[in-house]
T-cell receptor, first 116, second 109 residues
Framework: EPEVTQTPSHQVTQMGQEVILRCVPI?????FYWYRQILGQKVEFLVS????????KSEIFDDQFSVERPDGSNFTLKIRSTKLEDSAMYFC??????????????FGAGSRLTVL | GQSLEQPSEVTAVEGAIVQINCTYQ??????LSWYQQHDGGAPTFLSY??LDGLEETGRFSSFLSRSDSYGYLLLQELQMKDSASYFC??????????WGAGTKLIIKP
């Protein structure tokens, strides 16, 4: 069964450092997303990406964050100058359709980011 | 503001039926979805309701009433492996998924 792959599974970084989280969405999906989940809390939308550009972003997704699709398979989330409160599980997701199709997502296993 | 309300925890017995309710208040509405998440795992899609009524997928069913801004997930013939957190999520006017805080389902033998 097709799956969304994320690396690394866990990253520990010092406050102020930059991190890049990587994702390989399902190959025939066109819409890509990043969500985050602080431990024990709800899942929060960060950004959606379609046709090589951001389609929507939340208030959380400020100038500290950026996304990129550097090639035909990878989808990355970059966090510049990490802060303690960025510690969370970051999930990549993809869907074959947009609009209401964004309700039906396939998630990766997540990348746990710990900022010290 | 946008909010989804669901119980924080529900306890049930193996083999029984359990219903997890969700009420929502969002700007725009593009469907109600349910996701399952085991501890330390990724959310897994369970069910989607775009229109009023009941959707059935095996042991799981989901219901939506848009006039009441209400939905529920019904799990039948509970198994120990169903112990997990269940999240309702609504697609808002920007097609972003707005999530509830999750319901932890505890199943006792």
């Amino acid at each position: 069964e097709p799956e969304v792959t994320q690396t690394p599974s866990h990253q520990v970084t010092q406050m102020g450092q930059e991190v890049i989280l990587r994702c390989v969405p399902i190959s025939n999906h066109l819409y890509f997303y990043w969500y985050r989940q602080i431990l024990g809390q709800k899942v929060e939308f960060l950004v959606s990406f379609y046709n090589n550009e951001i389609s929507e972003k939340s208030e959380i997704f400020d100038d500290q964050f950026s996304v990129e699709r550097p090639d035909g398979s990878n989808f990355t989330l970059k966090i510049r100058s990490t802060k303690l409160e960025d510690s969370a599980m970051y999930f990549c997701a993809s869907s074959p359709r947009g609009g209401a199709g964004a309700n039906v997502l396939t998630f990766g296993a997540g990348s746990r980011l710990t900022v010290l | 503001g946008q909010s989804l309300e669901q119980p924080s925890e529900v306890t049930a017995v193996e083999g029984a039926i359990v219903q997890i309710n969700c009420t929502y208040q969002t700007s725009g509405f593009y469907g109600l979805s349910w996701y399952q998440q085991h501890d330390g795992g990724a959310p897994t899609f369970l069910s989607y309701n775009g229109l009023d009524g009941l959707e059935e997928t095996g042991r799981f069913s989901s219901f939506l009433s848009r006039s009441d801004s209400y939905g529920y997930l019904l799990l039948q013939e509970l198994q120990m492996k169903d112990s997990a957190s269940y999240f309702c999520a609504v697609g808002d006017s920007n097609y972003q998924l707005i999530w509830g805080a999750g319901t932890k389902l505890i199943i006792k033998p």
